[in-house]
C-alpha cells in the first residue's frame, strides 16, 4: 500500500479528521466532533481554458480530480466543506492548487444555487429582474470551503502556503500581503535586518529638537519563526511613532536624504521684513538614491491599484504605502497610511494614524486625500 493510499485510509476515520480540524483550525480546542462530519463526494471538477496555436479560437476542458479527504462540518444549523490534502514531495504551486480545489467546491454551491431559481417560476415580486437574470438572489449564501495541507516530507517545506505567497514582490507590496513577507522574513540575515533597522534610526533619537519617543524592533538570533514573521510585516513587538515614519517617507521622497524636520521655515513682521530663516538641513543619507527609486516604484503601485488606490487621480500623482497594525489578542487594529506628492517633485509628505480604527486602506486612506486634496487646491495646482 502507498503512503498515499494510507494516508486516505488513516484521515477517513472521523475522530483523526475531527482532530486535524481541531488541531490546526481551532487552536487546539475540541469544536470539532467525529459525528459532525459527514462525508461527501470527493470528486473535483478543475476548468481550464486553452488558446489553440496563435488562434483566437478557445475551447474549454475539465478534469476530474479526485481529493484526498472531504468531509462537511456541521456547526449547529451552519455547516463548512472541509478537506484534508497530503503532500509528501514539496508542491511548490500547492497553494494555487488547493484554490482550484477550493473554488470548484465553491462552483458546485453556485450550480446549486442557479438550479433552484431555474426550476421555480417568477412569482410576484419573489426575485428582481437582476436575481432571476443570474440566477442568484440575493439572500443566497455560500457555505466556506477550507483546504489543511499536511505535509510530511523529508525536508521542511519552504515555499508559499498560500496564495498571497505567490505574488512578486512588487504585487506583495501594493496589496500588503503579510504572507509574502512574512516568508522573507524568514529567509532574512537577522543580523543585516538589524542593521538596516538601526540604519533606518529604530532605537535612536531622532534629529527633532522636541521630545518624541525612540522606535524600535526586537530582532534576536533566539527568536521563534512566529516572532520572526510577526517583525517581518511590522507586528509582533515592533513600535514606531508617526514622525519617525514621515520622516522616513520623506526620506524616500527626497531621493535617500533625510532633512532635518523644521517647525519653522522663517519669522517675518507683518510688513513682509525677514526676522529669522531657518534653512534647510541636510541629515543624513539613509538610503541610496537607487534604493528610493525602487520604493517609491513600489508606493506608486499601491496607489495605481494597491491598497491605496482611492488615492488615485487625474490631478496629481501619490506614491504611498498602507498599514494595519493590530494592538491585542482580538485582532483589532490601528490604520496607517504614509506617503507623498507629487511623485515627480515632492512638496506634501503625510503621515496618517487613526488609533483602533481598523485597516489603513478603509479609514486612513481618505483622511489623506482630504489633506492632499485641500493642499493642491489652496496652492492652485
Same mark, same amino acid.
Given at each position: ?40 463526494d470527493s470528486r473535483e471538477g478543475i476548468w481550464a481554458q486553452n488558446v489553440i496555436g496563435s488562434s483566437v479560437k478557445k475551447e ?11 468531509r462537511k462540518v456541521a456547526f449547529g444549523t451552519n455547516f463548512a466543506i472541509m478537506g484534508v490534502e497530503n503532500q509528501e514531495i ?51 449564501? &455560500? ?7 499536511? @505535509?510530511?516530507?523529508?525536508? /521542511?517545506?519552504?515555499? $508559499?502556503?498560500? #496564495?498571497? =505567497? ?107 521684513? &525677514? ?7 541636510? @541629515?543624513?543619507?539613509?538610503? /541610496?538614491?537607487?534604493? $528610493?527609486?525602487? #520604493?517609491? =516604484? ?84
Amino acid at each position: 500500500m502507498g503512503k498515499d493510499t494510507a494516508f486516505k485510509r488513516f484521515f477517513t476515520d472521523d475522530r483523526r479528521f475531527a482532530d486535524v480540524i481541531n488541531a490546526f483550525g481551532c487552536h487546539g480546542e475540541q469544536y470539532v466532533k467525529p459525528e459532525d462530519l459527514t462525508e461527501v463526494d470527493s470528486r473535483e471538477g478543475i476548468w481550464a481554458q486553452n488558446v489553440i496555436g496563435s488562434s483566437v479560437k478557445k475551447e474549454k476542458s475539465s478534469k476530474q480530480k479526485d481529493r484526498d479527504v472531504v468531509r462537511k462540518v456541521a456547526f449547529g444549523t451552519n455547516f463548512a466543506i472541509m478537506g484534508v490534502e497530503n503532500q509528501e514531495i514539496e508542491d511548490y504551486g500547492i497553494a494555487y492548487r488547493v484554490m482550484s480545489y477550493d473554488v470548484s467546491r465553491y462552483a458546485k454551491q453556485v450550480e446549486e444555487i442557479k438550479k433552484q431559481v431555474r426550476d421555480k417560476a417568477i412569482e410576484e415580486g419573489a426575485l428582481s429582474e437582476g436575481e432571476y437574470l443570474y440566477r442568484f438572489p440575493k439572500d443566497s449564501r &455560500l457555505h466556506p470551503v477550507v483546504t489543511f495541507v499536511l @505535509y510530511y516530507g523529508e525536508e /521542511s517545506f519552504d515555499g $508559499a502556503t498560500d #496564495l498571497h =505567497g505567490l505574488l512578486d514582490f512588487s504585487g506583495a507590496f501594493a496589496r500588503s500581503c503579510n504572507s509574502a513577507f512574512s516568508q522573507m522574513g524568514m529567509d532574512l540575515d537577522r543580523i543585516s535586518f538589524a542593521n538596516t533597522l538601526q540604519g533606518l534610526l529604530f532605537h535612536t533619537s531622532l534629529p527633532f529638537d522636541l521630545p518624541h519617543k525612540k522606535s524600535s524592533v526586537v530582532i534576536e538570533s533566539e527568536m521563534t519563526s512566529n516572532e520572526i514573521m510577526q517583525t517581518a510585516i511590522g507586528q509582533g513587538k515592533t513600535q514606531i511613532t508617526p514622525l519617525h515614519l514621515n520622516l522616513i517617507t520623506a526620506t524616500i521622497a527626497n531621493d535617500g536624504v533625510l532633512m532635518k524636520p523644521r517647525i519653522l521655515e522663517k519669522v517675518e513682521t507683518a510688513e513682509g521684513a &525677514l526676522l529669522k530663516a531657518f534653512p534647510a538641513e541636510e @541629515y543624513a543619507q539613509l538610503l /541610496s538614491t537607487e534604493e $528610493a527609486a525602487v #520604493l517609491t =516604484g513600489m508606493m506608486e503601485q499601491v496607489v495605481s491599484g494597491g491598497t491605496g488606490i482611492y488615492l488615485n487621480n487625474e490631478k496629481f500623482s501619490v506614491a504611498g504605502k498602507t498599514g494595519s497594525a493590530e494592538y491585542n489578542a482580538a485582532g483589532e487594529s490601528h490604520a496607517w497610511f504614509t506617503g507623498f506628492a507629487p511623485v515627480e517633485a515632492p512638496e506634501i509628505c503625510v503621515t496618517i494614524l487613526v488609533e483602533g480604527a481598523g485597516s489603513g486602506s478603509e479609514y486612513a486612506v481618505p483622511i489623506a486625500k482630504k489633506i492632499l486634496d485641500f493642499y493642491f487646491e489652496e496652492s492652485g495646482q
